[in-house]
């Protein structure tokens, strides 16, 4: 079935001016052009395909992936022309060399990532691969766009023939400027070109002395360019080699444009996907400018549009307030509310919605917005005058609604704006009513704007009708455009009127027409309307009040953990400052040690004493050693361990296979290649832990022996053997430093 939407409905709401966005999002001339020239999609399958298409694209823009375009030009027609055998300029074929290397990249960046975007990879599985196509044609051309010389055999040595014909031409001329027969005939010493020979500029009146080819004359006739016999034979070589050239080149040129030919309708294939992947790319920028969601489509229910804003407002970088918008489906919204309150914007931002769905298009709202799917969208906004057809803005009006009535059904989205208003109001109103009733019995959903009275109590007397209102801030005489569900709202319009600086006389008379200023209706939907908006002041002040608040937890939270840090860091900084200088006075200690070797007299408490104090120091450092995460596990005893079980060793937080039975609350592990003994206590038994085999091989071999050395020192030589060499490796730090006191 043929929508009804294609025109009229799209320029009321203005969906030309995002298609115009998104074709400018677009990142090549054919995505574009199909942009601009898009339809709706037939389905609502089709549409939620496109849709998802979207959301992929957008996921490699959110990564800063996107799809590359570059270098990728439309050569569709000169693909066409190569196909039929017409040889293309060196121009067309690097264009379509740069476009079949983009197609390459592209499509290998697609398939890199096809897990994460399986339809835009389903899409560029349909692209050949072109490698050799594009090679062959980059090679052939220098990077200035001019055939290479190795392009071909012949073509450089043709050009090699031409440069030394144009050098024997030069020194040729040259000669015969230095002939003293010729000079004195010339108007000036020096050789130029004429029709692409070499020629000499001969006196006028010495013409006759040079034998030779006239090539023309200058402006002032004084001087004819000659080409002398002597210069004729080369001349005519050079043009026939330079021809030659010509040939050569247009003979591969030919070549190259048959292999784009013979490649014709796979290069055809892929640039028909390029250009869709870039409307699809064009959809995902525009969708991320509009911070856009992808709609969910329900086949049953109602329009549920949360935080929906005007895509064309967010476009002009106008402010936008966002609504929700909420209308069962096959039921009827009454919006009402003062002039220019944002009635119409509600309609609009509705429609677009609708529209932009149906293009495949992520829509102007929040997350959880789920819309139904309707086959066409029906639209009576703005003037509809026709002066073509003798119709005023009343009798159009009435056209359009003949049209609905006669066209709109359960698939169908009715928009009205100011339905029969440029009419006398009661009938004007009964008619309204009575057209909207019948839409209401077919089961069709609409959203309609009024003034009326009586279309407001619709809502109070049958479940098809539901009320909203827009806001109108009177103080500030500007629209608020929030738009309100459940309740019908008040014209204002002498309120307006006289905020707009109509006379006060005016204002007054009207409002004693009207029985003492305001209808009682009129007045209780002020009031309602005036309580709602204070309800909503104090509801944002809270909201903002709670934002604060949570923003000043937060920011607590910041500092403390910053002071946390900062602390933790001093911490670690003085741990070890005090670890270097213990380190110091242990290196003291050691050469105290080593001295006592080699002098016979110190007094034994001395060492006792530095001793005493490295101890201290070490418990103090300890103690100040900063805290590590617990290690989970039960500590084991001596007969919960087996040789080959598998624990955890907390100090090291590492696994580690227990190689040797326990002796003395100590046990010896080995994790990885490196063996060493650990305290029963740092150790964690891990559940469900289970016997590895040991090597005993490597368990059992021997350690190392070292030879004994003779090492000079100062004060003499010192020996060293096993019995004075300790091996550490393995070894823990403190017991490390234990065994070296010892």
Known sequence: ??????????????????????????????????????????????????????????????????????????????????????????????????????????????????????????????????????????????????????????????????????????????????????????????????????????KASSRSKVAGIVHGSSGSGQTVFVEPHALVELNNELKLAEYEEREEELRILAALSAQVGARADQLRVAADVIIGLDVIAGAATLSNHLRAIAPEFVDQGRLHLRRARHPLMILADKHCVANDIIVDKGRLLIISGPNAGGKTVALKTVGLAILMSRYGLHIAAGDESCIPWFEEVLSAIGDSQSLESELSTFSAHLVLLREFLARAAEHSLVLIDEICSATEPEQGGALAQAVMEELASRGVTALVTTHYERLKVLATESEQFANASVGFDLERMAPTFRLHLGVPGASAAIDVARRMSLPESVNLRAEALTGGGRTSMDELLRRVADERERLMDERQALEEERAATARAYEETRRVQSEAQAAAQRQHEKDYQGALSELRSVRAELESAKQAIKRRTKIAADELRTASKKVDKMAARVKSNAPQTPEVPGVVPGAADLEVGMEVMVASMKAKAIVIEAPKKDRVQVQMGLLKSVFDLADLRLIGGAKKRAVDKKSSDRPRPSYQVSMVDEPDGAIFRSADSTLDLRGERADEAIAAVER
Request: glycine share 6%; proline share 3%.
């Open 1 to 202: 079935m043929l929508a009804m939407d294609s025109e009229k409905t799209r320029i009321d709401l203005g969906f030309p001016v995002i298609l115009k966005a998104w074709a400018e999002r677009c990142r090549t001339s054919g995505g574009a052009t199909t942009v601009l020239g898009l339809t709706p999609c037939t389905s609502q399958q089709a549409a939620s395909e496109r849709v998802q298409e979207v959301s992929e694209a957008r996921t490699l823009e959110d990564r800063g992936q996107a799809m590359p375009f570059g270098g990728i030009v439309d050569v569709r027609v000169a693909v066409i022309r190569a196909q039929k055998g017409s040889a293309l300029e060196a121009e067309e074929l690097l264009a379509i060399a740069d476009s079949a290397r983009g197609y390459d990249r592209l499509r290998d960046d697609l398939r890199v990532q096809e897990l994460s975007v399986p339809r835009l990879w389903r899409r560029a599985q349909a692209i050949a691969e072109f490698a050799d196509l594009h090679g062959n044609l980059h090679r052939a051309f220098e990077p200035d766009g001019r055939l290479a010389d190795s392009a071909s055999p012949q073509l450089g040595a043709l050009r090699r023939k031409i440069v030394r014909l144009q050098q024997a031409l030069e020194a040729k001329a040259k000669s015969l400027l230095e002939d003293s027969r010729i000079v004195a005939e010339l108007q000036d010493t020096y050789w130029t070109q004429r029709d692409d020979r070499y020629v000499l500029p001969v």
